[in-house]
């Protein structure tokens, strides 16, 4: 089972757009590879507003513990205050009480306090569901509002993802994954036979683009670059092509700017379904056929090939 | 007054609009609008900080950032357990007659140390990260954190710039909040007057901009929004703003030029001065609100 997984480094790049294309052309294109759907990002899960999913499995995501102050035990000792480093502890004259959204959930307090009066609860920082999307399972999850623990969330989708796939005999999983390089990010990616890293012809887009690849090569992952609205801004398009080259990383599609692609968002489909000649729509088309090709058929990428070679060894 | 910048959805131009608010701001330093002079911007998208590109400061200071992690000294310790019991992140583990640290699991709480019986257990700070202080243009005191590449946890950066990086009394604070809902962006804007909610006019960009309120309403803050690329996508954006009573303080409109001079690193007011009274206003909007709030 291959795993491919849709990377930025920085928000508003064109990845979920881009997943849902995929996701469509998987399903419906003319080189089909039935694929379980996950939606990583969890803290702004949106593949759902294109992929029309039917719920028919839903849970609760419990994300780690959080403290609470028993009043009555309590005798306002403050060591609770004290010890704790997230400034989570409030105190209003002799009433202490946890900020559970500073709560880090270490049980520092809890373990220090003399009266014992404080107790750690599992607390539930969203839900995860399984779905039958029009283009195949998806697993996707919401972290509630100001949740922690997006990183555990993650790695939670993916295992179900995974048993899904194994069920269903899918020979692939596609994730939608969260923008930036910290914990949710590692989750998402760590393990995956191949990331898509969507990049943008910016200079902030250049300059997280190079954190994110950096995070790839750390931690192994064979990495190709997609490089949207390529036709923005040419000289800068340039400057993302040389960085690549320079790293050795293929930039494996050009998808020009294409006004297409918004009004597909808005009609809730992806660009690919929405109007297969738009300029987007055929260059997602031939990043996928490359993907099939690299990733589920005849190797053409030599990185991929390694890749098969260690699995195979 | 400090000032957050959020957006949910990433890339809706967070980065756009605290830079710009920043010029402007300190063009009007000592004005009832910044009257502390320049303000200080805080740039705490630490895993991907981009607003050093735009206002280009020059560093004064840079210094590693880290976690505190367990050292335990094998001479006295006597594998009790009772450190590996109380930690919640499963850091320590003991292994034959020892404790076995993992520090990249650590999350620096210092509860082991506390916990040891036999007080054989301190702490070395474990860096994952570091923190820059500078000077941009027009005199904006300029800070950011930057997660260094493989690690994993992104709150402890932005709590030490909030911690390490102090305004000067009665300067105002930018702080440019990275995307998402979840702890990171709790962190960066906890503490905050006003919560600015920069968003584009797309089903993508409502969506997250419906958390990204939930979010301001958990931590009871007044909020504002700026919606921009106005002219792509519908007026869903629009509408919902109107029935959550959060008012549209300010549109940008779709222009390739805009989006061109953005991507080669150039802040809106530098290229569009003609947004300088409509930065003003938006300034004047929010100090407003914060008043009225208090």
């Known amino acids: 089972m291959k795993q491919l997984v849709i990377l930025s480094g920085k928000g508003g790049t064109g990845k979920t757009s881009l997943t849902a294309a995929l996701a469509h052309l998987a399903h419906d294109g003319p080189c089909g590879v039935p694929l379980a759907l996950v939606d990583a990002d969890v803290d702004a899960a949106i593949l759902d507003l294109v992929l029309a999913p039917t719920r028919l499995e839903e849970h609760d995501f419990v994300g780690g513990d959080t403290a609470r102050i028993d009043s009555d035990g309590c005798d306002a000792c403050g060591l609770c205050l004290e010890v704790c480093r997230f400034e989570a502890i409030r105190q209003t004259g002799r009433h202490f009480e946890v900020d559970p959204m500073a709560c880090e959930g270490c049980g520092a307090c809890f373990h220090q306090c003399p009266a014992q009066a404080i107790r750690m609860q599992p607390r539930v920082v969203g839900r995860w569901f399984r779905s039958e999307s029009r283009y195949g399972p998806l697993i996707h999850a919401a972290l509630f509002p100001a949740g922690e623990n997006s990183g555990k969330l993650v790695t939670l989708v993916r295992q179900q993802a995974r048993c899904l796939a194994l069920d269903r005999e899918c020979p692939g999983i596609l994730i939608d994954g969260p923008p930036g390089i910290g914990c949710p990010v590692i989750s998402a990616a760590t393990g995956a036979d191949l990331a898509l890293v969507v990049t943008e012809p910016t200079a902030a887009g250049m300059h997280d683009l190079e954190r994110i690849l950096g995070t790839t090569q750390h931690f192994a992952i064979p990495t190709w670059v997609v490089l949207n609205k390529a036709d923005l801004v040419p000289e800068v398009s340039a400057q993302v092509m040389d960085t690549c080259q320079r790293k050795g990383i293929e930039i494996v599609g050009r998808i020009p700017f294409d006004e297409a692609v918004t009004q597909a968002m808005v009609r809730g489909e992806p660009v690919t379904a929405f109007d297969r000649r738009a300029p987007s729509s055929l260059a997602i088309l031939q990043i996928w056929q490359r993907i099939v090709a690299g990733l589920f058929g005849g190797s053409i990428d030599t990185r991929v090939e390694r890749l098969d070679r260690r699995e195979r060894a | ?294």
Not at chain 2, 108 to 133: D, H, K, M, N
Not at chain 2, 210 to 223: I, K, Q, Y
């Open chain 2, 1 to 294: 007054m400090r000032i957050a910048v959020a957006s949910g959805k990433g890339g809706t131009g967070k980065t756009t609009v605290a830079t710009s608010l920043a010029l402007c701001l300190a063009a009007n330093g000592g004005s009832a609008l910044s009257p502390a002079g320049p303000p200080l911007l805080l740039d705490c998208d630490v895993e991907a900080p981009n607003a050093h590109l735009f206002l280009r400061p020059s560093w004064e200071a840079v210094w590693p950032v880290g976690i505190p992690v367990p050292q335990i000294d094998p001479a006295g310790c006597t594998a009790c357990g009772r450190c590996a019991e109380v930690c919640a992140f499963n850091a320590l583990a003991i292994l034959g007659s020892g404790v076995q640290v993992f520090p990249e699991l650590c999350h620096g709480c210092g509860s082991c140390t506390l916990a040891c019986p036999e007080g054989v257990i301190t702490e070395v700070v474990r860096p994952i990260g570091v923190l820059r202080r500078g000077t941009a243009q027009q005199g904006i005191d300029f800070g950011h954190g930057e997660l260094s590449i493989g690690e994993p946890m992104a709150v402890p950066v932005i709590r030490e710039l909030k911690r390490q990086v102090n305004a000067r009394p009665g300067q105002v604070v930018i702080l440019d909040a990275p995307p998402g809902t979840s702890c990171p962006v709790v962190e960066a804007v906890r503490g905050s007057d006003f919560l600015l909610l920069v968003t584009e006019p797309t089903p993508f960009g409502l969506h997250d901009l419906r958390l990204a309120v939930e979010v301001g309403h958990a931590l009871g803050l007044p909020m504002g929004a700026v919606i921009n690329r106005d002219g792509i996508g519908d007026d869903s954006v629009t509408r919902f703003c109107e029935n959550k009573g959060i008012p549209v303080l300010m549109r940008i409109p779709f222009e390739r030029a805009i989006a061109r001079d953005s991507a080669l690193g150039r802040t809106l007011l530098e290229t569009h001065p003609e947004y300088a009274p409509r930065f003003r206003e938006l300034a004047g909007d929010i100090l407003r609100q914060v008043e009225g709030a208090r």
